[in-house]
Structures are given as C-alpha cells and as structure tokens.
Nanobody, 119 residues
Framework: QVQLVESGGGLVQTGGSLRLSCTTSGISFSLYVTGWYRQAPGKQREMVARITPANITNVVDAVKGRFTISRDNAKSTVYLQMNSLKPEDTAVYYC?????????????WGQGTQVTVSS
C-alpha cells in the first residue's frame, strides 16, 4: 500500500519559516520524481517545486529564493523548506510523486497539510 504522509504545516507570521516533510512508503522512492503543490482557496492547484532522484530541482518563480526542495532517498522523504513566508503562500500543500516512466507505476498524492501565513 502506497502512503505519502505530510507534516510540518501550521500557522506562521509573515517573514517566518516552516519546513514541510513528506515520508513515503510502498514505492521505490529512488525511481520517482517528487514534488510539492499547493492550492489556495478558490484557486487551482499549482506546482511549487519538484526534484528528481538525481536532485535536479525546478522551483516556480513565485517562491524562488525563498523555498528550497530537497530529498533524502535513504529515508524516502522529500522536504520543502519555506522561508520569508508571505500571506499569499497560504494554501494547502500537497506532496506528490511521479514515476520516471509510466511503466514503473502511477502518480500518488498525499492528503495535504495546511500552511497559513498571517499578516
């Protein structure tokens, strides 16, 4: 059974920091691209950052320089370090994994963790 368990969300003031974690099980983590997405109220879900098993990262412009994605293949865990948080970062943050090849499996999503940034 595949599980993605997110943690680390919460309430923080503007300028504060949070670190999200997503621990996976049931997949060969080293064969999956991992990413963080977010969905604010009334908006579509959007990608925030992704990282490949080779640690190649892609971060959207809105968070570049403030958010850092990383992964620990030995722990099957992906992280999102969020600094200098802004009210517009308020959203539910989701962890997702995508196989390097469709032959290896399918995409999986976590249940989401709320991040609220107060002004």
């Amino acid at each position: 059974q595949v599980q993605l368990v997110e943690s680390g969300g919460g309430l923080v003031q503007t300028g504060g920091s949070l670190r999200l974690s997503c621990t996976t099980s049931g997949i060969s983590f080293s064969l999956y691209v991992t990413g963080w997405y977010r969905q604010a109220p009334g908006k579509q879900r959007e990608m925030v950052a992704r990282i490949t098993p080779a640690n190649i990262t892609n971060v959207v412009d809105a968070v570049k320089g403030r958010f850092t994605i990383s992964r620990d293949n030995a722990k099957s865990t992906v992280y999102l370090q969020m600094n200098s948080l802004k009210p517009e970062d308020t959203a539910v943050y989701y962890c997702a994994v995508s196989p390097l090849s469709p032959r290896l499996g399918k995409d999986y999503w976590g249940q989401g963790t709320q991040v609220t940034v107060s002004s």
